[in-house]
């Protein structure tokens, strides 16, 4: 994760965080489930985040239900 943080821009400040998995849908990795009910992690032209959209939020609480 360290290796994934850095400073993007050159401000001196850390603007990209480390991360290990993918956001997006279809990557393969394991977000089926919290995409399950329509959700994303992003709208279309991921410009803006809809983590808190209520279609999201069901597959999270579906996901751990489930587990």
Partial sequence: MQKLTF???????????????GVMAGTGEAWGVMYSDGGSFFNN?????????ANFMSGVQNSLIRT
């Avoid at 400073?7 to 998995?21: A, E, W």
């Avoid at 032209?45 to 959209?53: E, I």
Wanted: charged share 25%; net charge negative.
């Fill in 45 to 53: 032209d991921v410009t803006v985040c809809t983590v808190t959209s």
């Fill in 7 to 21: 400073d993007r821009n050159g401000d001196g400040k850390i603007d990209v965080y480390g991360i290990g998995f």
